[in-house]
């Protein structure tokens, strides 16, 4: 894996021992290509300049339950409203935007990011600025929603899930139960990359939510040293979305951190899986604009529809990931309540992920993390 110096075996990810150290993380959501030479192949091979006559509109996401949501929450009808034809694809890969970008070539329009390529894009400049002028709808997000280079358009978590196999009546209900393997004992599965891990960590380690950022070295050695700890216990690091809950179900794993999103979607079709949301950890799914698109208008046409409470709103019949715009919930019944990130009863018990700061502790800690991984 040229970009983050990784090498898969069948279960585990095997950090290369002197990976790039600027910037080449494959993160919750910025998967990137499986080799250097598919990266370029993938931007030479593109028309070298994408006109906004020669093709649909396009959003890429990142597959399975929340494209679905965003595809019917909000792309079909706002191209049905524009009367254009759109394109959804998947997945997300951040190194394929930088490509696209470099070589001109940009055939994205409108992309569903984590949160720290926002401020990626925007030290590196592959981003477009967002015009918030252009965005009406923005006004109603807290303003922890809107960035620069990036807005979020809906909610999901990074939360405690179980095998009901395993844990028929309940799992962990904190990271701290997570981290105890003879009241849970089983293996275990966690994100590969230090986000997530970072705070789960140091949530087990007794933190509270309000002590995790910022960042600081001390906090970061000390993740480390509680990660450190569980990783004999851990045989998955996963890095799709699908992985937690396919894993759970088959009983490969008895417990792993996974994306809430996914693991309502695998309730919803019966799988024997559960999760908690508390001391889940927050995030929101960003929508950019890759610098060079052909629509840029238009994608801040197409950011502004999907923050419409009424687009919002079709959120919750979806029952995977929720609404960032708090207004739309209010017409929500209380079993779609219990499922919502940001529904209070929820978000009271949870660590609402800081993006900026999740980007520095994840450069500062590239090495370290790439080393405790080889171990």
Partial sequence: MSRGSLAMSARFLIPHPNPPKRRKLMHRRTFLLTA????????????????????????????????????AAFIDPFGQLKGIPVVNTSPTETAKIKAMVEAKAVEWDLVDVGGRTVWQGANEGFLEPIDVSKIPNAAALEKGWVAPNGIATSTGA???????????????????????????????????????????ALLASGLKPSEVFPYTTEKADMAMAKIKE??????????????????????????????????????????????????????????????????????????????????????????????????????????????????????????????????????AYEEKWNQLMLQ
Avoid: C
């Fill in 36 to 71: 250097a030479g598919g990266v370029l192949a993938g931007a030479t091979g593109l028309p070298r300049l994408a006109r906004a006559a020669d093709r649909p509109f396009t959003f890429t996401s990142w597959g399975g339950a929340l494209s679905n949501a965003e595809k």
């Fill in 158 to 200: 990074t939360v405690i899930a179980w095998s009901k196999t395993a844990f028929p009546d309940a799992g962990p209900q904190s990271w701290a139960d997570f981290w105890d393997v003879k009241r849970f004992p089983g293996p275990r599965g966690l994100y590969r990359f230090f986000y997530y891990n970072y705070e789960a």
């Fill in 230 to 363: 569980l990783k004999p216990h851990v045989t998955v690091w996963w890095g799709s979305g699908a992985q937690p809950p396919q894993l759970l179900s088959s009983g490969e794993l008895a417990l792993s951190s996974a994306w809430s999103g996914r693991v309502l979607a695998a309730e919803a079709e019966g799988a024997p899986v559960g999760f908690t949301y508390k001391d889940g950890i927050a995030w929101a799914n960003w929508w950019v604009i890759p610098k060079g698109s052909p629509n840029v208008e238009l994608a801040h046409e197409a950011i502004d529809f999907a923050l419409a409470e009424a687009q919002q709103a079709k959120l919750l019949a979806l029952r995977t990931y929720g609404p960032v715009l708090s207004s739309a919930t209010s017409g929500a019944d209380a079993d779609t309540k219990k499922i919502l990130v940001m529904a209070p009863d929820n978000i009271k018990d949870m660590l609402i992920l800081n993006e900026g700061e999740a980007d520095k502790y994840s450069v």
